[in-house]
Structures are given as C-alpha cells and as structure tokens.
C-alpha cells in the first residue's frame, strides 16, 4: 500500500508560504494586491486536512485459509512487462487528518474496476515481498481458480485495517459465473508489536451454475 507523501508536502508548503505574504494596513502598489492571511478569528476546533489524489497505485495479496485461497489483487495477464509497477491497480485515494490527533491518519481507497485472480493454495512466498523473479513465475505458471474485475473499498487507519472486494468472477476451468466477496479486517495492537487479522472470500455461483 502506499501512502500520499506527495500532496501533504504540496500542501504544507502552500500554507507555509502564504502565512508569510500577510500585508499591513499601510501598504499599497503591487504588494497590496497580494493574498492576505488573518488567522485572528480561526474556529477554535479547525476541520480535518483531506487530501485527494487519483491513480494511487496498489497491489494486495490476501488468503483465506478455510478455503485454501489465495488472491493477488493487480493486473498479472497480458502485461508487455511483468514489474512491480505494472501488476499495480490505480485507485482513487482520500487521506485524513484531524486536530484531535495529528499522529493519526485515515485513508480512504477505492475503485469500481480492479483486477482479481484467485488461486487454489497458499504460496505467500512466491508473491510477498515483491521479487520479480519469483513473483512473475508464478503468475506465468499458476492456473488460475477465479478471476474477475471487481470493486475495490479499503480504510486504512493508525490501529487497523478494513478491505472489501466484491464483483463477478468466472471460474477459470469452465467459465462459470461467481458472485465474488472479500473482506479482510486487521487490528494492530496499541503497542504495535502484533496484529489479529480475519479474512474470507465468499463465491456464489450465479444463474443456477
């Protein structure tokens, strides 16, 4: 996952240079007609900072050990390379911070079109941490279970994680039709020492299949 360095340094320099433009009562020509800040009346409890930007570029690998499924969440077919870049889905992203607690963040990530392959069989290792080598093996020799386009919604916070796929997939082996959902919960503990995650994939065949 990737957080949204970028528009936060934007944005803190924006107002860091606008704090210095202020202009006394006395000034006139040119350097009256430039913005003038007042943060004499600022509410006393300010609004969250929210940040927007699209083309987020993510790729998530999930299990569901129940059912002994794995999913790569990310474009793996049809790629003129196979890279870490290229097996990535764009979504769009929304990250908040509020004055109540400003080592706290919440980010907001989501798309109606993301790519979805399943897999019968846990193999974390050929596809975490991203290594090429590894990673594009196994995409290029591994029949695929399940795939589809799917919706993708994921809110990630300081102590927790909530993600959440859902669309129609086709069973690879007969082109059967599949009503998709999966949903994923983290929670970190306060320390940061661990974590508890639950995880399952739903697959609803549909029209009598």
């Given at each position: ?21 202020r ?8 350097a ?113 279970a ?5 919706a ?58």
């Amino acid at each position: 996952m990737q957080k949204l360095p970028g528009p936060v340094v934007i944005l803190a320099a924006a107002l860091a240079a606008a704090c210095t433009e202020r202009v006394g009562p006395a000034t006139t020509g040119a350097a009256a007609e430039r913005p003038s800040f007042d943060f004499a009346n600022n509410p006393s409890a300010p609004s969250p900072i929210i940040i927007r930007r699209d083309s987020v570029p993510v790729r998530v690998i999930t299990t569901d050990a129940a059912l002994d499924l794995m999913a790569i969440h990310g474009p793996v077919d049809n790629l003129p390379v196979c890279t870490n870049a290229s097996t990535r889905d764009p979504v769009d992203g929304q990250q908040i911070r509020t004055p109540s607690d400003v080592q706290g963040i919440r980010l907001l990530l989501q798309a109606t079109d993301t790519h979805v392959e399943i897999y019968q069989g846990i193999d974390l290792s050929a596809v975490f941490p991203f290594v090429a080598s590894s990673f594009c093996a196994f995409v290029a020799n591994t029949p695929k279970a399940y795939e589809g386009i799917v919706a993708y919604h994921v809110n990630l916070g300081s102590s927790m994680a909530s993600f959440r796929w859902e669309g129609d997939v086709t069973r690879v082996s007969d082109g059967a039709l599949f009503h998709y959902v999966e949903l994923q919960d983290v929670v970190f503990s306060p320390s940061g020492a661990g974590k508890t995650t639950s995880s399952f994939i739903s697959l609803q065949a549909k029209g009598g299949q």
